[in-house]
Structure formats: C-alpha cells, structure tokens
Nanobody, 124 residues
Framework: QVQLVESGGGLVQAGGSLRLSCAAS????????MGWFRRAPGKEREFVAG????????YIADSVKGRFTLSGDNAKNTVYLQMNSLKPEDTAVYYC?????????????????WGQGTQVTVSS
C-alpha cells in the first residue's frame, strides 16, 4: 500500500515562502512520477508541478513558474515544493500524488495515489 504524507502548509503573508514536503512510503519509487496539485475553494483542481525520480525532470505550471520549484530526495522518498513570493491566489489545499507509470504531468487521472492534502493560506 502506497502512502503519501504532505506537510509544511500553513499561514503566511503575501510575499512569503513555504516549503511543502511529500513523504512516500510503501514501495520503491524509483520509477514513479510525482505531482503536486492544488484546489482552491470553488475552483477546479489545478496542476502545480511534477517530477520524475529518474533524472529529476521537473515540470512547473505557468501560473507558478519563477516562484515555485520542485525537488526530490530519492534516498528519503520525499519531494519538496518550494514556494516563494506567495500570493493570496495561491491559497488552496495542496495535494501530492504518485503515478506508478512515471507520469508527472498535469492529468490528475493518471495518478493512482494521493495524499490527504495540506492547507496553504496566504494573507494579503
């Protein structure tokens, strides 16, 4: 059973930073793709970033490009979403997801495993 546990969310002022972590357990993840999504109240789920364990290729959504970066620690089975220059519109629940096929793009249906989510609130 694959488990994903997010952490690092919280309340921050606009312009501030947070780092989200997603710790994966249950099996080896060397061939998996990992993604971050977010859902704001009343809005659709939105892809934020994705990473492949093999080569650490990363994909960042245009809406956060230049502000968010994604990295991984294979030894710890953990991915990190560094969020800088946060804006009130970044307020959402952030979810980590894993794809056994290695997919790390924006199609949420291609991810099989999801974490419980972590709340990020950015005040103006």
């Amino acid at each position: 059973q694959v488990q994903l546990v997010e952490s690092g969310g919280g309340l921050v002022q606009a312009g501030g930073s947070l780092r989200l972590s997603c710790a994966a357990s249950g099996r080896a993840f060397s061939s998996y793709g990992m993604g971050w999504f977010r859902r704001a109240p009343g809005k659709e789920r939105e892809f934020v970033a994705g990473i492949t364990w093999s080569g650490y290729s990363t994909y960042i959504a245009d809406s956060v490009k230049g502000r968010f970066t994604l990295s991984g620690d294979n030894a710890k089975n953990t991915v990190y979403l560094q969020m800088n220059s946060l804006k009130p519109e970044d307020t959402a629940v952030y979810y980590c997801a894993a794809s056994p096929s290695g997919y790390s793009g924006s199609d949420y249906q291609r991810y099989d495993y999801w974490g419980q989510g972590t709340q990020v609130t950015v005040s103006s």
